[in-house]
């Protein structure tokens, strides 16, 4: 016997199809808004980078005048010649290249493995341990920077990679970024099942952690290389020779105490922002998708 189950299907009235069509329109004209507010505040974010490109092609009276050109009328190539031909800036961005990519893999290295065993290695102690690695992170580098070069100068590794590489080697957030993703993107059943099977824990590491990481080291490595390229307190200490200036040192002799040669500065600045808008292409992608997994709750 069969038994046909019949549904009723009710028209909407027309005050009801009225008042879908109003939250509809309402609801496009909510995103409409949005997205001219976000546009807005891209528009207003990029125009300080339009402008300092900009800068670099003006000429000395062109970049005075008022109000100011985006697009410049007559473009000139006498700043990017000037910087390149009367200072070392191609030694400065291979210093501020070595620089920051020995601090990125580093930093890479030590996250990946200290995240993983405050991730995964559940002791009494690991939590504290994992406390007092966060707590650095409210630390002014400022704090123990003059020590630090102490120790630099000691070690006789000033005006020098390693000097710079001494105070970019551990990123506190950078442990807790991978401590969140071992905890939410590897299951322990998966490296107990390795275990049993006879795996080691270095192969266990470098065989199921490290590919199961790829996104959040991808958005680490991001985080690192920035946080050393853009670095200038601490290379302004140690290095005192001005073969051995990174970037971001290099650029402050543009200034002095009475005059900023403008055109130079933006064409130097302009030069140096390929290495890292090529950076940025390449890793967006992981970037984005490793911060966003971070903040998952445990």
């Known amino acids: 016997m069969t038994i046909e189950l019949m549904t009723t299907h009710v028209e909407p009235t027309a005050e009801e199809l009225a008042e879908s069509r109003r939250l509809r329109r309402r609801k496009q004209l909510t995103n409409l808004a949005i997205d001219i507010f976000l546009v807005a505040v ?4 990029l125009l300080p980078l339009v402008f300092l490109v900009a800068n670099a092609f003006k000429t000395p009276a062109e970049m005075l005048a008022w109000p100011p050109t985006i697009i410049p009328h007559d473009p000139t190539v006498a700043n990017f010649s000037a910087v390149l031909g009367e200072t070392p800036l191609l030694r400065w961005i291979g210093n501020s290249l ?6 990125t893999v580093a930093i890479v290295a030590t996250s990946a493995i200290a995240g993983y065993i405050f991730g995964k290695f559940r002791f009494q102690t690991m939590n504290v341990l994992f406390a007092l690695f966060l707590a650095t992170a409210i630390v ?4 123990y920077m003059i020590p630090l070069y102490f120790q630099a100068k000691s070690l006789g590794i000033l ?3 390693w000097g710079l590489l001494l105070g970019y080697l551990v990123m506190s957030f950078g442990i807790f970024l991978i401590r969140q993703n071992v905890i939410h993107s590897i299951p322990d059943e998966l490296l107990e099942a390795a275990r049993i099977d006879g795996a080691g824990e270095f192969w266990i590491f470098f065989r199921i952690v490290l590919p199961l990481l790829r996104g959040a080291l991808g958005a680490l490595a ?7 390229w853009t670095a200038f ?7 005192t020779t001005r073969s051995s200036y990174t970037i971001e040192v290099g ?3 543009f200034q002095t105490g009475f005059t900023v040669d403008l055109g130079r500065l933006s064409a130097a600045s302009a030069t140096v922002l390929i290495p890292s808008i090529l950076l940025f292409v390449i890793l967006r992608r992981n970037f984005v998708q ?9």
């Open 290 to 298: 490793g911060v966003a997994s971070t903040g998952l709750k445990e």
């Open 42 to 45: 891209s528009i207003l974010m």
């Open 251 to 253: 650029l402050a002799l």
């Open 98 to 103: 070595a620089f920051a990519v020995m601090s």
């Open 140 to 143: 002014p580098f400022e704090v």
């Open 222 to 228: 991001v985080l690192a290389f920035f946080q050393a």
């Open 233 to 239: 307190a601490w290379p302004m200490i140690v290095t």
């Open 159 to 161: 005006n020098s990679v």
